[in-house]
């Protein structure tokens, strides 16, 4: 993958990006199906100048308002007054770290994360969604697949948003002991509810909706994330781990060098 610092030199970001720390630079832009609406507010948490400058001016190309915070006490406080369509937190900053800052928010308000890391740790992953973040991404990265990612994320609250204002009378799938209300987005397991994060509840009810039945990793990749290129494949199989730590391993069953299928729950 190519150095995110190299992206400050891509023609499409050149000069395009807010002076980072100066605040959001009002646009529009067109969203999935080519609608042009007011763009998205991204805010980048990166305490390295290069790699946060060269993000910023490639998401501002993209018509997107960009604001950029160096520390994690910086990024929950801009956090709160902006109230981003999505984040870019790196897990290691100063002050508090991209973990902590991922509690902080999440407990404020629910917004996609799209976390940062330098170590191609799966424990760190696994870790990072656990507390809440959407989605992770190894550096160094391609500022194609970044933006690819961010996009994914922007529709995947849309598409939550729409199924919620329309599906209020849909009720809850009861699959064993598993409840999966839809319109409320909530998850119980034998009466307990169980906190998921925005992409591990659409990935939950893509499996359950299809019980017993193999789905690929590309299909959940591409119907999930919105996100076609089988390098992310790993992406999938965190998030399957995510939700066996919460929901409890018997749920999910591996069907080796294919993809999961849910195992419906006696009771």
Partial sequence: MADPRAASAS????????????????????????????????LV???EPAIATAIAQRLSAEGWRVEVARDGLSGVDAAT????????????????????????????QPVPILMLTARDDETDMLIGLGVGADDYMTKPFSMRELVARIKALLRRVDRATQAASTAPTDPPM????????????????????????????????MLASSPKTVLTRERLLAEVWDWADASGTRTVDSHIKALRRKLGADLIRTVHGVGYAFEPPAG
Avoid: S
């Fill in 81 to 108: 007054r902006l109230r981003p369509d999505v984040i870019v937190l790196d897990v290691m900053l100063p002050g508090i770290d991209g973990l902590e800052v991922t509690r902080r928010i999440q407990a404020e």
């Fill in 174 to 205: 009861t699959v064993g002991d598993v409840t999966i209300d839809k319109a409320q987005r909530r998850v119980y397991r034998a009466g307990e509810e169980v906190h998921l994060t925005p992409t591990e509840f659409e990935l939950l009810v």
């Fill in 11 to 42: 023609p499409t970001g050149a000069g395009a990006g807010p002076v980072p720390g100066r605040g959001p630079v009002p646009t529009t832009a067109p969203l999935a199906g080519g609608t042009p609406q007011q763009a998205a507010t991204v």
């Fill in 45 to 47: 948490v990166e305490d």
